[in-house]
């Protein structure tokens, strides 16, 4: 669980080749995991602020209008 943390096991770091190049690297990788991390906690603190204020009605639509677009994009990906 704790290698990710190590510089020596951290697949990236690898990858890059070792040194002050793979630092960087690390570094530059864990910056986007943290700004995945607050998208992540932004997009959950707004998808309940919704819900208890919009009620079920509205994440139903939201729901079903995400759906639809994944649909769309997939039968588009498809065939296009």
Known sequence: ???FWTRS?????????????????D???????QLGHDGN????RLGVHFALKRGSRF???VLLCAVI????????????
């Open 1 to 3: 669980m704790f290698a």
């Open 9 to 25: 096991a951290s697949p990236i770091a690898v990858a890059a080749g070792g040194g002050a190049l793979a630092g960087a690297v």
């Open 27 to 33: 570094l530059a990788a864990l910056g986007f995991g």
């Open 41 to 44: 906690l932004t997009g959950a």
């Open 59 to 61: 994440i139903r639509v």
């Open 69 to 80: 677009a994944l649909v769309v994009k997939l039968a588009y990906d498809q065939f296009a």
